[in-house]
C-alpha cells in the first residue's frame, strides 16, 4: 500500500521518538517535528500521506497546523492526539477536517487502528479518482464514437441514392437528404425541423402515411410499393417506395419513408417493350413474306406450264400448270384463313357432337396422302364416348392441324427402314372433358424448336409452313377452354395432347342439347 | 442428241415448271426429287448440268453439293444452284460443311434465286453448255 509515510508532530520530543520507533517496526517511514512550524516545513519537504499532530503546542498549536495543511492539501489526513474532555478543541478539528482521535496517553493500538482507517480512506479516495478518470476516458471516447456514427450515419443518408425522409412523433420533419429534395423540389434548409407531413406530402398521402402508423403497431416494416408520386408542386413521377413506422418500448416515434425515382427504368422499360413488340413486327411480316414469295413461285410456275400447253396444245402440260395454280390459290386460301383465325377472336358454339364422328372425318381427310407416304394411321376411339357439348369446327380444325403436322413430322425423318405410324386416340377424362392425343413416331423436336413452338411465324418446315398452323390451333384449343400439352423427344417423336372441356351449348332452332 | 440436265426438287410445282423451260428449249430433262436420288441419277444417267434446290429433304442441296464438287469424276459438271434461300445463307451454310468435312468447294457456278423467269433459267443454262 502506497500510503506509508508519517509524520508525527508534539513538542515533547520522547513521545515522539517513542511513536516513531513503534511506528517503524510496523513498517511505516517516519518523519518528525517538534512545533507546528517545524512540521509545516517537514510537510512541504517529505510530503507524507498522514500527519499525526498533538494539540498543545507552544507556539502553532496543532488546530492552526491542521487548518494550514488542510489549505496546502485537502486530501492529506491528519489524525489528532487530544487530552481527555477537551470537546471543544475535538469540535473545531472536525470542522477543518481531522481524519481521526486518540486520546492521550497514545496506545498503539489505537494509533494502528487510526492509522488503518485513515490508510482505508487515502485508498479508497486513490481508487476514485481512477475510477473516474477512467470513466471521464470512457465518456470522452464513447462520446467521440458516437460523433463518429453519426456523422457516418448522417454521410450516408446524405450520399443515399434513395430519397429518404423520416418524421418525429408530432410529425414534424426531421430527416430529409438531398435526393429527397430533388424529387419534391424543396430545399432542405427549408423542411428540416420547420415542415411538417402536410406541407411536404399531398394531404392524400399524408393521411395513408398517419393511418398505416396508427395500423402498423405490431408490424413495422411496409414492403417496397410502386405508385406516381404526386408533390405539392404538382408534379408526377412514377416511385418505388418502402415506409418503415420506428417505435422505441411501443411508444411511436415516428416514420421513415424511402422512395426511388423510378422515371428512367419505366422509359427504359418502355423502350425495351417498343423495340421487342418492333422486332416481333418484323419477324412476322418477314416469315409472312417468305412464306407468300413461295406462293408465288408456285403460282408464276404455273402459269409458265399452262401457257406452254395453250401454245402447243398440250393437254397434259395444262392440266399439269392448272394443277398448280389451284393448289397455290388454296395454300392463299388457307393462309388467309389462319391469318384471320389468328387475328379475329372467335367464341366457340358448342353443340351436341360425337367425338369419335370427327375423328372419323379426318382419318378420312388424310387417307390418300398418309398411304401415297407409307404412313399408317391408326385410331383408338372409346366406344363408351357418348355425345358431347363441343365446338365441332373447332375439334375439327385443331385436330386435322395436329394430325398433319404428325404426318409431316414422319416425312421429316429421313429413315426409310422406319414403319411410320400416326396414331389418333380419344378418351374421356376425369373431369369430363374430351382428350384427343396425336402421335407420331417422326422426327421430333429438340427443346430449341419445343420452346419456338408456338411463336408467330415461327416454321420448321423451311418455306412450307404459314408459322401459323400451331398458333391457330392453340389459339382455338384455348377459346374453347382448354389446353394443348406436347411431349416430345428428336429422332423418336412427339404426342400433342391436346383436352377440351364440353362448353355450355347455344340454342340452336329453340332446341338446346345442352 | 439433246443435252441431258437434272433438276433435283422436292416440290412438284418447281420440277414441272423446270421440266417445261427444259422442253420448251430442246434439253432432256431428268427429275429426282431429293439429294439421295439426285446423286444416284448423277452417277447413272451423267447429266451435262445439274439445278439443284438448297432445302430438301433426305440429302439437302448443300450436301449434294459438297458431294459432288470434291469427287473427281463429278467435279466437271456444272451446277446451278436453285432456290428460295439467299446466296449468302447458302455460303454460309456451305462453310459449314467444308469446316465439317475439311476439303474446300468452289462457290456455285450459277445461283439463282427463286421466283426466276424462264428465260433467265435458260440464260443460265445456256451459259454453261
Redesign the interface.
Known sequence: MPANKILIVDDEQPIVRLLSMSLKSDGYETFSAYSGEEALDVFEKSDPDIVVTDIKMPGMDGLTLLKKIKELDPEKEVIIVTGHGDIDSTITALQYGASDFINKPVRDEALAIALERAKTKICIREQLASYTHDLEEKVAEATKEIQRKSNFQRLLIHSSHDAIVAFDQDWRIVVYNPEAARIFGQRGRDVLNKMTIDDLYTSQMARYFRKEAKNKVNHTDLPWQEMILETRSKNKMPVRYATNVLHEKNEFMGIVNFFQDLTEIKRLEKELIQSERMAAVGQTVSGLAHYVKNILIGLKGGSYVVDVGLQNNNMEKLNTGWQTIKKNIKRVADLTQDMLAYAKDRKPEAEACFPNDIVEEVVELVTDFAASHNIHISRICDPGLDEMMLDPRTVHRALLNLVNNAMEACLELEDDTRKFVVEISITKGDDGSAIFAVKDNGIGMDEETRTRLFTPMFSSKGGKGTGLGLLVTKKLVEEHGGTIDIDTSLGYGSVFTMRLPEQPGISRNGNNKG | MCKKVLVVDD????R??VV??L??NQFTPLVAC?GVEGLEMIQKETPDLVILDV?M???SGIRLYHHLKTDDTLKAVPVIMFT?IALRSFLKSQKALEEFKGEKVPEPDIYLE??VE?QDLVDAIKKKI
Open positions: 416440290d412438284p410445282d418447281v414441272s415448271f417445261t423451260v422442253e420448251e431429293d432445302l429433304p433426305k440429302g428460295g427463286k421466283p424462264p
